[in-house]
Every structure is written in structure tokens, then in C-alpha cells.
């Protein structure tokens, strides 16, 4: 069972940065997209941003051009790059490995808190 471990959440303030991390248990794990997701407080889950093999990425509208997605293969981890941050972007964040194109989200890691303080 493949496992995704997020890091790099914390406090920080209105229009800091930060980067998170995800980092895949099995060296062989080859997803074929990666996504970021988060869920604020008292709201549903959302999609964040996404990276395919092609490294073809798609963002939400609220951080397009704030937020970067990548991927390090050899690694086995993906990126979030996080700037000019805001209190709307409060929230548990989560990474998530789809196998298939077109398939659900098969895993999913336990999630990062990021806190802003404004």
C-alpha cells in the first residue's frame, strides 16, 4: 500500500509563502497525476492544483498565478510552491495520487494545516 506523506504546513503571515511537500512511500510509484486539495474550516474539500506525467497542471481559479505545482520524479514528490498568501487560504491541505487517466483519486495523504494570519 502506497503512502503519501505531506509537509511543509505551518503559521504564517498574509503574504508570506510557503512550500509543501508530498513524498510517495515506494520508490516505483508512478502516478499518473498528483493533485493538491484543501479543506477550510466548515467547508467541503477543493481542488487546489494538478500535475500530470507531462507535467500538464491545472489550478483553481483562487490561486492561479499565487500557487505552483511540480513534481521531482526522482524524488517521488511533488510541490506545492504557496506565495502571497491569505486568511481565505486557511485551511488542511492534502495530496492525492490518481493511477489512471479519467479515474478517482486512488490515495491520499493525512494533510498539512496552513494557517494565515492576517
Known amino acids: 500500500q502506497v503512502q503519501l506523506v505531506e509537509s511543509g504546513g505551518g503559521l504564517v503571515q498574509a503574504g508570506g509563502s510557503l512550500r509543501l511537500s508530498c513524498a510517495a512511500s515506494?520508490?516505483?510509484?508512478?502516478?499518473?497525476?498528483v493533485g493538491w486539495f484543501r479543506r477550510a474550516p466548515g467547508k467541503e474539500r477543493d481542488f487546489v492544483a494538478s500535475i500530470n506525467r507531462s507535467d500538464n497542471t491545472r489550478y483553481a481559479d483562487s490561486v492561479k498565478g499565487r500557487f505552483t505545482i511540480s513534481r521531482d520524479g526522482a524524488k517521488n514528490t511533488a510541490y506545492l510552491w504557496m506565495t502571497s498568501l491569505n486568511a481565505d487560504d486557511t485551511a488542511v491541505y492534502y495530496c492525492?495520487?490518481?493511477?489512471?487517466?479519467?479515474?478517482?483519486?486512488?490515495?491520499w495523504g493525512q494533510g498539512t494545516q496552513v494557517t494565515v494570519s492576517s
Open positions: 515506494a520508490r516505483t510509484f508512478r502516478p499518473y497525476i
Open positions: 492525492a495520487a490518481q493511477l489512471r487517466p479519467g479515474a478517482e483519486y486512488d490515495f
